[in-house]
């Protein structure tokens, strides 16, 4: 992006759908959203990120809002040590657990795409909320899950059909807050160079797990605002029985012409 100062219009959206609470949250820049839609245009250093609250274990909706809290509060840029105010998040929720009987080994998943001022773009994730490409009405997969079957997967047991369908598909890998395990966070430079009109979907498992890639393409590919492409992604994941909270973050790339 030489020559270029990066501009990107977000639009986030997030869902409690079916459950009485909403365990999701949202991060666009420094501002958390718990329910709702949010819209802003950047073109500074940002972060966006999504949260996945653990509902096997309490208080999901504390950890998942007070991971995108802590995020909140940092300038992101190439200087920080994300690795480390990771982990540094994770120890706060695994002690915020400990002492709070109520919340014992709350939990959450963190998936975000960021931007330093040096254009570099970042995926971080720690469980199986995900982010994904979208260019050409063609959608790629740029995180990993960090799940049971995508490790089942990788080693050649089961399918990619088998894998959307498996029993055991929500079971992950340790995330932020977990009491007993370290998670991994993976925090990796997106190589490929953007290009005008590609969208960074960020989402929970709420979407994913629900609604299939040629869905997704076909509706994020509709003459229509993105407001209005995100809440008929939602309202597809309901159709399609979704049990779950969802949460689904766009990210659209607009270069922008450089002055000098």
Request: net charge positive.
């Amino acid at each position: 992006m030489k020559g270029k100062q990066f501009m990107f219009y977000c639009c986030g959206v997030t869902e409690k759908g079916v459950k009485e609470r909403n365990e999701d949250a949202i991060l666009i820049n420094n501002t958390v959203l718990t329910e709702g839609v949010m819209e802003l245009k950047l073109d500074q250093s940002f972060m966006s990120a999504v949260c996945d609250g653990v509902s096997g274990e309490k208080s999901g909706d504390i950890a998942s809002k007070m991971c995108l809290a802590e995020l909140a509060k940092v300038q992101f840029s190439s200087q920080l040590n994300l690795q480390q105010l990771i982990m540094k998040i994770h120890k706060q929720l695994k002690y915020y657990g400990m002492f709070h009987k109520n919340s014992s080994n709350m939990q959450t998943t963190l998936c975000g795409f960021a931007v330093d001022e040096n254009n570099h773009m970042h995926c971080i994730n720690v469980g199986d909320s995900r982010l994904y490409r979208f260019r050409g009405s063609v959608l790629k997969q740029i995180s990993k899950d960090q799940s049971l079957v995508q490790m089942l997967y990788e080693q050649g047991k089961i399918t990619y059909e088998e894998k959307r369908k498996h029993v055991h598909r929500n079971i992950i890998m340790p995330v932020l807050g977990n009491t007993s395990s370290k998670p991994s966070v993976d925090i990796n430079i997106i190589e490929d160079q953007p290009v005008y009109g590609d969208v960074y979907l960020l989402c929970s498992d709420g979407l994913s797990d629900y609604v299939v890639n040629t869905e997704i393409e076909e509706i994020l590919s509709m003459p229509m605002c993105m407001v209005k492409r995100l809440n008929e992604l939602v309202k597809n994941s309901l159709k399609k029985g979704c049990r779950d909270n969802i949460s689904i973050i766009a990210i659209t790339y607009m270069p922008k012409q450089s002055k000098n």
